[in-house]
């Protein structure tokens, strides 16, 4: 990525949301601000939820030529017309989804911390790489990423890479030159003002 062209905004939903309200805020958010992608993450077990909250989304998505993909949940991508998946444990499971999916698919890999589980994902077919938390937080291990793993990745691997997790603006504005995506979810979901708070992040990358 030249270092002049701005990352590119990947949102995550909340991992519970209404669904009578949920769809109309991300809207307001794609309407506001350019968007490359969106993950359903949520949280619940419930495939009917899910399968709901999918069907919704997809809609929002769509018709802003906007791509769905859904955290982990592979057998509802076909189901749901999702334009791929997310998948949570690095590159385990990269090979299976693409095989599954078809090579017209996203599949992503989460990757943590790990530059090594990183390779890993992108020889076994990932389209994209997300590392985090990039921010300090007390989640899992509450280990954070290495923000030379970013700048290593940015000059010598060509698959792009996403950073997400904590983010604040200062953050952003580090790391921009050196990623291609930012990951974007409770970081803005928790404002009021969801579309307001994404558009400091954005300005935050200069």
């Not at 929002?60 to 998948?87: F, N, P, Q, Y």
Request: proline share 4%; net charge negative; hydrophobic share 45%.
């Amino acid at each position: 990525m030249a270092e002049t062209e701005q990352p590119q905004i990947y949102l995550i939903t909340p991992p519970d949301f209404e669904l009578s309200v949920f769809p109309d805020t991300l809207a307001r958010v794609l309407d506001s601000h350019p968007v490359a992608c969106v993950r359903l993450g949520l949280a619940t077990r419930d495939e009917d939820r899910i399968a709901r909250a999918a069907d919704a989304c997809r809609e929002v998505t769509h018709a802003r030529d906007v791509a769905l993909v859904i955290d982990s949940h592979l057998m509802l991508v076909e189901r749901h017309g999702l334009d791929g998946v997310h998948l949570p444990d690095a590159a385990r499971s990269v090979r299976a989804a693409r095989k599954a999916l078809g090579e017209d698919a996203i599949v992503g890999s989460f990757c943590g911390t790990s530059r090594h589980d990183g390779m890993s994902a992108g020889e076994a077919g990932a389209d994209y790489i997300s590392f985090g938390p990039i921010g300090a937080t007390a989640l899992d291990t509450g280990a954070c990423v290495d923000l030379d793993v970013f700048d290593w990745w940015s000059k010598v691997i060509e698959l792009p890479v996403v950073a997400e997790g904590a983010l604040n603006e200062a953050l952003v504005a580090q790391l921009a030159p050196m990623t291609d995506f930012f990951a974007f979810g409770d970081e803005i979901w928790r404002d009021e003002d969801a579309a307001a708070a994404l558009g400091r992040f954005i300005a935050a990358m200069g």
